[in-house]
């Protein structure tokens, strides 16, 4: 807190009183009239105003999250992972577990984990989310690139391309038994986007790995929504 204090400032006036000197010309004698002086202090008092200012935070520059020498979102779970989030079907989805993974997983796809390779992936954070009725499993990827160009490179290498991603299950509780079954003919919808340095993807699936096309807008609605609510922001 900065306190700018205005002191008080004293004012003297200063009065002279200079007395006139007389004298008769007419006479053998002369006569002086007696000379007096005196000075008058006058203090003028003014209140002492202090200002203050409240501390300010200087405003977040999101350009800092572009590389590794300026971003410092920590890398963990409470800083990529919003807790919950609702899909634009009104579906609450809740965060069930995540972790510290590697990059590239023996499930990814080859082009995924060249992209991944190749563009100098340094780490990811995965999540799982379950929605309240306990239907659909959003298997979601925090990928942690140095900079903006790598991320942007990789995201490139993949647009459009048809790509499999390992897919996060809770180890324990509803949900984990999905990752021991046939993910890879269940209806699923994967989604993904960059994010300053940091590269997004999630996947919706039925936990029951049902094939029914029927629930693809289902799947599809959350993770759309997934990819918007992860990343750097939700630090």
Known sequence: MIAIVLGCVVVVALVAVIAVVASNSGSHDSASAHSTSSTTTTDIWAPTTTYSTAPTTPPFDPNTLDD??????????????????????GVQYNLVGSGPQACIQESDSDNVKNALRQNNCTTN??????????????SVNVLVF???????????????????????CPTTGVG?????????????????????RYFIQAT??????TQDSSVEPWVDAAADKAVDVVGPQTH
């Open 68 to 89: 590794a020498s300026t971003d410092r979102t920590p890398f963990t779970a409470d800083a990529l992972l919003a807790q919950s989030f609702t899909d634009a079907k």
């Open 125 to 138: 954070m995965s999540g799982t989310y379950i929605d309240s009725a306990e239907h659909i499993l959003v």
């Open 176 to 196: 984990h038994a999905a990752c021991s079954g046939d993910i890879a003919r269940a209806t699923k919808s994967q989604w993904s986007l960059s994010n300053h």
């Open 146 to 168: 140095p900079d903006t160009v790598n991320v942007n490179l990789a995201y490139s290498a993949l647009k459009g391309a048809t790509q499999d991603w390992a897919i996060w």
């Open 204 to 209: 919706g699936i039925y936990i029951n790995l």
